[in-house]
């Protein structure tokens, strides 16, 4: 069965899962497009699924008959109101991060998934995807059990509208849930500090911070979110275990010896960091969105990522200072 798929926001990273699912998976076609700017949306249509319709609003594209599932691609703060359409309508939901922007939005998804009594929500957390990981993963059983992690996350540069707590719950996001799922552990306690900020940020982002999580298990994460560090898009984490030190292996690039240097060229951009990990999420998501559910993380790792988001922003405001962050019950849906 080829899913017939709707995408709602057809900006950045909506227009690229759009081309991916048009030409370069199989399983799925677009069919219908949705944009609060309505000429992204024709742009996508015009550029890439000519036969697709556009909607005016996301609800009207989830109520299609056209379509079958949906792929949440907008801001991240129109997310909720998305997902929870397409619970209601019964349609598999791929969602990107985050599920919502507050615990109290991703926990309404998780209880409306719950109460339809099948999956249908997939979170776009692609590094579970990502080949370094899964890799990683596997080497913790030879380094022994985890007592530390050291990582960073460094953008070469974000947009003026980018502000502190967008470290938290639009970047850290991704080490929050990989974390999780690397370790097979859930966070206690958060912790931010800030050095002085960086000569290129603005007014409104204190750049870099670094962030220590705590997990139930005693292992302490952390991280340096630095999103203006002008060099590239770097993506850093080394584990320490009882035996020894696993690290994220670098992405591939051609070394060169040129000009009396040994060079290794560095990524800038998002995208091509982990190009290969959105197409195996999204080609998981289509063949799970045939059989009418969805698989790979779930909305209880949506929303348990966005209650440790919420403790980061709290203790970026009680810098210094360490804050709790509860671990609910789970609900056998998610089991
Ligand atoms: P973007 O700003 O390029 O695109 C967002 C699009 O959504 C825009 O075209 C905007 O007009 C549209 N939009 C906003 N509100 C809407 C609404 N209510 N209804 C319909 N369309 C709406 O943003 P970008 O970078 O594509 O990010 C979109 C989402 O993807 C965000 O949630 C972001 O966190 C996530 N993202 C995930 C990445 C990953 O590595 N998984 C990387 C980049 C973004
Ligand atoms: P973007 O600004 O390029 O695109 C967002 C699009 O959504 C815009 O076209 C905007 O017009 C549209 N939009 C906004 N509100 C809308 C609404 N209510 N209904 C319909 N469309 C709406 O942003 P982006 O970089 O593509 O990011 C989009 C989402 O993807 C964000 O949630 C972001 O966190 C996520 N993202 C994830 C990754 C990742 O690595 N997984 C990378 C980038 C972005
Ligand atoms: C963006 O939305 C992403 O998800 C990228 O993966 C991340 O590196 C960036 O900081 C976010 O803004």
């Given at each position: 069965m080829t899913v017939r798929i709707g995408v709602i926001g057809t900006g950045a990273i909506g227009r690229d899962h759009a081309r991916r699912i048009n030409q370069v998976l199989s399983g799925g076609t677009i069919t219908a497009l949705s944009d609060v700017n309505r000429a992204s949306a024709e742009a996508v249509?015009?550029?890439?699924?000519?036969?697709?319709?556009?909607?005016?609003?996301g609800e009207e594209l989830i109520a299609s008959d056209q379509v079958n599932a949906v792929l949440v691609t907008?801001?991240?703060?129109?997310?909720?109101?998305?997902?929870l359409a397409a619970i209601a309508a019964g349609k598999p939901c791929f969602c990107e991060k985050p599920l919502a922007t507050t615990a109290e939005g991703a926990r309404r998804i998780v209880d409306a998934e719950v109460a339809h009594g099948k999956r249908l929500v997939q979170v776009g957390f692609m590094r579970r995807y990502d080949e370094g990981y899964v890799a990683l993963k596997a080497a913790l059983a030879q380094?022994?059990?985890?007592?530390?992690?050291h990582a960073?996350?460094?953008?070469?540069?974000?947009?003026e509208a980018y502000t502190t707590p967008m470290a938290i719950h639009d970047t850290l996001i991704h080490e929050i849930d990989v974390f999780r799922w690397l370790l097979d552990d859930d966070y206690v306690s958060a912790r931010v500090t800030f050095p002085r900020s960086c000569a290129r940020t603005h007014a409104k982002l204190r750049d870099p911070q670094i962030v220590t999580l705590t997990t139930a298990k005693?292992?302490?994460i952390n991280t340096e979110i630095f999103v203006n560090c002008h060099y590239g898009y770097d993506i850093q984490c080394e584990v320490v275990g009882e035996d020894g030190v696993a690290s994220l292996p670098e992405p591939m690039a051609i070394r060169m010896r040129l000009n009396a240097s040994l060079q290794n060229p560095i990524l800038t951009d998002w995208k091509d960091r982990f190009v290969a990990s959105y197409d195996v999420e999204l080609q998981d998501f289509l063949k799970a969105a045939a059989l009418g559910t969805a698989s790979g993380p779930t909305s209880w790792d949506g929303y348990m990522a966005a209650v440790a988001s919420d403790a980061c922003v709290q203790a970026q405001e009680a810098e210094g200072e360490s804050v709790a962050i509860p671990c609910p019950d789970r609900p056998a849906l998610y089991a």
């Open positions: 249509k015009a550029d890439i699924a000519p036969d697709a319709t556009v909607f005016a609003t907008s801001w991240g703060a129109t997310h909720e109101q998305y997902v380094t022994g059990a985890p007592i530390m992690v960073a996350h460094r953008n070469p540069t974000v947009p005693g292992v302490v």
